[in-house]
C-alpha cells in the first residue's frame, strides 16, 4: 500500500464490479478519495464497503448514483459532485455493456452508444472544470481490442443503429471505436499540460461481460468455453491502475494502452477527421 495518490480525488463509472471496481480499490490503497459512480445503489454500497474493508480506506471511498443511459441522470451526478468536491483529479470512464437487442434510451439513443460512448463523452465534458482545479489531471477511457471489430469506421449517418440490421457485438465493437477516437480528440482540443486523456484495453477479462444472455445462447456458450483463457478482474485492472497513477504516464495524452504499454490502434481510430465529426455529433447529441 502507497500513499502516492493522497489527497487526490478520482471517479470510476461502473465500480461497482468487475475491473472498474478492483480499480476503485487499487486508487483507495493509494490514498485516493473514490467516488464509485454506479446505476445500481445496492451493487455500488457493497463495492463500497469492499473496498473500506480492502484498503481501510473507511469514508475515502463513498457512492454516487449515475445511470449512464440518462442525460438527466449524468448532469444530476456532475452538478451533485461539483457541489461536494472542489476538484477531480482521475476520471476513469469505465462502465459499459452490450446487448443483443436494440433498445433505446430515454433520450432517444441506441442504448450502447449512449451508455458507453455518449453519456461518457456528457460526463468528462461537465465535469471539465473540475479536473483543471486538480491539474494534472487524467483521464482514463476504458476502450476494447474490439473496436478493431469496426471494420469500416463509423457510419457517421447510423450512430443509432436505426437503418442497419442490430448485431450486438458490432454495435459494442463500434462503441468501442467510438471511446478511441473520444480520447484522441478530448488530448487534442484540451491542454495536455493541465488535463491527460488515455485509452486502454483490459484483455480478456473473467467478468459477467456477456454472460448472462446479452448476446444469445451461442454467444454464451462461446464466452464460457472461453471464460478459463480469460484473466481476473484484478489482472485486467492493472492498465486502467498503471494509466490512472504512473508517474510514467505523466504528461503522455492521447494514446491506447494494452498491459500498460502504448499500443497502436486501428486505421479506423487513427482518423483525426472522424475524431473531430464524432465529438461534433456527440455535442449535439448531448445536448438535445
Do not use: C
Not at 156 to 172: E, H, K, Q, T
Not at 229 to 255: C, E, H, K, L, R
Amino acid at each position: 500500500m502507497t500513499e502516492q495518490l493522497a489527497g487526490k480525488v478520482a471517479v470510476i463509472t461502473g465500480g461497482n464490479s468487475g475491473i472498474g471496481k478492483e480499480t476503485a480499490v487499487a486508487l483507495a490503497a493509494m490514498g485516493a478519495h473514490v467516488v464509485i459512480a454506479a446505476r445500481n445503489a445496492q451493487k455500488a454500497n457493497a463495492a463500497v464497503k469492499e473496498a473500506q474493508e480492502r484498503t481501510g480506506a473507511g469514508d475515502r471511498v463513498a457512492t454516487m448514483p449515475i445511470d449512464l443511459a440518462s442525460f438527466t441522470s449524468v448532469r444530476g451526478f456532475a452538478k451533485s459532485f461539483a457541489d461536494q468536491y472542489d476538484r477531480l483529479d482521475v476520471l476513469v470512464n469505465n462502465a459499459g455493456l452490450v446487448l443483443q437487442k436494440r433498445t433505446i434510451t430515454e433520450d432517444g439513443h441506441e442504448t450502447q452508444f449512449q451508455v458507453n460512448h455518449l453519456g461518457h463523452f456528457l460526463l468528462t465534458n461537465l465535469l471539465r472544470e473540475r479536473l483543471v482545479a486538480g491539474a494534472p489531471a487524467r483521464v482514463v477511457n476504458v476502450a476494447s481490442v474490439a473496436h478493431k471489430g469496426a471494420r469500416q469506421g463509423l457510419d457517421f449517418d447510423d450512430l443509432d443503429w436505426s437503418r442497419r440490421r442490430y448485431r450486438g457485438y458490432a454495435v459494442y465493437s463500434a462503441s468501442k471505436l467510438a471511446n478511441v477516437l473520444f480520447t484522441r480528440e478530448l488530448a487534442r482540443r484540451w491542454d495536455s499540460s493541465t488535463v491527460t486523456a488515455n485509452a486502454v484495453h483490459p484483455g480478456f477479462v473473467a467478468t459477467n461481460w456477456g454472460k448472462e444472455g446479452d448476446l444469445g445462447w451461442l454467444w454464451t456458450i462461446g464466452m464460457t468455453l472461453a471464460r478459463p483463457f480469460a484473466v481476473s478482474n484484478a489482472t485486467g485492472a492493472q492498465t486502467s491502475i498503471y494509466v490512472a497513477s504512473s508517474p510514467d504516464v505523466d504528461g503522455i495524452a492521447g494514446q491506447y494502452f494494452i498491459k500498460g504499454r502504448v499500443n497502436e490502434p486501428s486505421k479506423w481510430a487513427l482518423d483525426d477527421a472522424a475524431a473531430e465529426r464524432l465529438w461534433e455529433i456527440s455535442e449535439q447529441m448531448a445536448s438535445a
